[in-house]
């Protein structure tokens, strides 16, 4: 193998000797980095540095072409990668395992899923996201480690502009993204998240559809009469508890406590995935006294499944239809269940505590419900300064004017 002085004359003529189909060049210029030339490639070279690993084992490290980078530049590389290697970095090692990084789509199916599958009560819908809209996006096929926040904030917006997505369903599939590259990295597959700053649109799309007196002594009238007893039972028993749908249909009599009058929710069904006490009411004890024949095991069976109700979406939406309360929905009951806790001057930590909320802050938004309430709560305040105001009418002041 020639050793000469590289330079960038010699590269204008680059070419094999003749009668070969390639030649290397050594740098006299930078200790083992050397230039390849191929008969197939006329006039473009290839940089290389030759350096030994930690077994012992010689190793080629391609630096890039004569057409992609300058003699300067790759002597530069060639400096900068033996230093890395001194210190016990494996440039090969570490390409090698680059290439076996799998693409986004690849971990998904063969790693995320199966992880999260027994894991995540929303795998259904995380797989569906990902098959209608994920999984069809430019970096599906990219090896993850290459997949820029640039791509992820493009898709995010094409979600909302292109797709017509809400905004919080278009952040519901960033924060999947976000779940996803956080499981990579907690497989060392990759080191940094692309997700992790993306911005989300954070649009208040909480709908809360709170009935007035009247609208609830109709729906009242409806459940007490119509002939689906089964789904007004359910019904009541939401309006009475303040409980989740899934919460009361998986309800089962073990975990009603009649001495103490608790329905101990279980942490499989509760949102917080904590058991959650709920206290029953005298309304709530009348449902399940209702019901407490039905089955030895479900608290609202269905005797035609054999197993307790999966929905009550058609037996619901006839009553709410009969009510004149169309815009009804079933979770309302849950909302409805909670203002009249508000409306009755219950704190929002009794509230916070009922509805089995994590956070003050989910409980807030009950907080502007009953201006009647905060009124008579305003009262205290002049009751007390009318208190305090002399009892006596205060001499007439009289104005004084200035001269000039």
């Known amino acids: 193998m020639p050793v000469i002085q590289l330079t960038t004359q010699f590269l204008k003529t680059l070419a094999p000797q ?15 980095m ?34 992609t980078i300058t003699l300067p530049e790759a002597r530069l590389a060639a400096t ?3 230093a890395e290697i001194r210190l016990g970095s494996n440039p090969s090692l570490e390409r090698q395992q680059q290439k076996q990084i799998p693409t986004f789509k690849q971990f998904v199916i063969e790693q995320y899923l199966p992880f999260k599958k027994s894991r995540n009560r929303s795998y259904a819908t995380d797989v569906q996201r990902f098959n209608c809209r ?12 290459r997949i820029t926040t640039k791509e992820l904030i493009d898709f995010h917006s094409e979600l909302r502009e292109v797709h017509k997505l ?22 060392d597959v990759i080191e940094k998240n692309p997700a992790a700053k993306i911005s ?32 007004c039972r359910i019904a009541m028993f939401l309006l009475s508890t303040g409980c989740r749908l899934n919460e009361a249909l998986s309800a089962e009599w073990s975990q009603i406590d009649w001495a103490q009058k608790v329905f101990r929710v279980s942490a499989t069904n509760s949102k917080s995935k904590r058991m959650r006490p709920v206290p029953l009411n005298e309304s709530a004890m009348e449902i399940l006294e209702q019901v407490k024949n039905d089955s030895p095991q479900w608290v609202f069976y ?17 009553a709410r239809k009969m009510a004149g309360i169309p815009w009804l929905r079933i979770h309302d009951l849950r909302h409805a269940y909670a203002s009249l806790l508000v409306n ?3 704190s929002l930590y009794e509230v916070q505590s009922l509805l089995g909320h994590s956070s003050p802050q989910v409980t807030m938004r009950y907080s502007h419900m009953n201006t009647k309430t905060l009124l008579e709560a305003s009262e205290v305040a002049s009751d007390r300064i009318r208190a305090a105001s002399p009892k006596r009418p205060l001499p007439q002041l009289k104005l004084v004017s200035s001269g000039s």
């Open 18 to 32: 003749p009668g070969k189909a390639r030649t290397e060049w050594c740098d006299l210029g930078c200790k083992g």
């Open 34 to 67: 050397y230039l390849e030339a191929r008969a197939t490639s006329p006039g473009i070279g290839t940089y290389y540095l030759r350096y030994k690993d930690a077994g012992g084992t010689t190793r080629h490290l391609r630096l890039g072409t004569t057409e």
């Open 80 to 82: 900068a990668k033996k």
């Open 134 to 145: 994920i999984f069809k996006a430019a970096f599906s096929d990219k090896r993850l480690d």
């Open 166 to 187: 809400a905004p919080a369903t278009a952040d519901l599939h960033i924060k999947l993204l976000r779940h996803v590259f956080n499981i990579a990295i907690k497989f």
């Open 200 to 231: 989300l649109f954070n649009a208040d799309n909480r709908v809360e559809n709170i009935m007035d007196e009247t609208q609830l002594q109709r729906l009242m009238l409806v459940l007490t009469t119509h002939p689906n007893r089964a789904a």
């Open 302 to 318: 269905n005797a035609d499944t054999g197993t307790h109700f999966k929905t009550l979406h058609k037996g619901f939406n006839d």
């Open 344 to 346: 009755s001057g219950r």
